[in-house]
T-cell receptor, first 113, second 108 residues
């Protein structure tokens, strides 16, 4: 099992550009989430999904879109990047229900200039 | 959200014991996670508590009091490799939200 994979590892964007951060898991987990991590702010939930076709907003959803067409994939789209979106992005997955640990991907370090 | 409070930084001596506290809002609460995150790496799972009491896993133990909205992570026989951030996460049924993390520095 590869676990949770994220691509790319690093990305530099100019303000106004768009891009998609990819996340995939091969553990057949129902739940997937996107977090951003900034110094002094901790991990903040952007969007999450409880299954294919179902997504919901977390604490900081503005500026980000998600979709979940398959169980395996949960891409995060930045439609018009802003410097405030400079951060490290982590994707995580876990089995359905409250009692299971989340597995995190290695992260994507994004810089918006 | 699940307002979560934990200290920002702590320092402890190699071989000692350290306790990292975490408080959270009890509404919508399902369970309490602790993760370890070394600098530049992804968080890794340490423990999950859903019932009151202490759970021990080797050098690490985690405690939960649901009525008080309080948890702590206890690290014994500290080693230099324990220098990391420790993230407290409150799990609702569908999502997990985290505190800012406690950066622990272990000194010789």
């Amino acid at each position: 099992n590869a676990g949770v994979t994220q691509t790319p590892k690093f990305q530099v964007l100019k303000t106004g550009q768009s891009m998609t951060l990819q996340c995939a898991q091969d553990m057949n987990h129902e739940y997937m989430s996107w977090y951003r991590q900034d110094p002094g702010m901790g991990l903040r939930l952007i969007h999450y999904s409880v299954g294919a076709g179902i997504t919901d907003q977390g604490e900081v959803p503005n500026g980000y879109n998600v979709s979940r067409s398959t169980t395996e994939d949960f891409p995060l789209r930045l439609l018009s990047a802003a410097p405030s979106q400079t951060s490290v992005y982590f994707c995580a997955s876990r089995k359905k229900g409250g009692a299971y640990e989340q597995y995190f991907g290695p992260g994507t370090r994004l810089t918006v200039t | 959200g699940q307002n979560i409070d934990q200290p920002t930084e702590m320092t402890a001596t190699e071989g000692a014991i350290v306790q990292i506290n975490c408080t959270y809002q009890t509404s919508g609460f399902n369970g309490l996670f602790w993760y370890q995150q070394h600098a530049g790496e992804a968080p890794t799972f340490l423990s999950y508590n859903v019932l009151d009491g202490l759970e021990e896993k080797g050098r690490f133990s985690s405690f939960l009091s649901r009525s008080k909205g309080y948890s702590y992570l206890l690290l014994k026989e500290l080693q230099m490799k324990d220098s990391a951030s420790y993230l407290c996460g409150s799990g609702g049924y569908q999502k997990v939200t985290f505190g800012i993390g406690t950066k622990l520095q272990v000194i010789p």
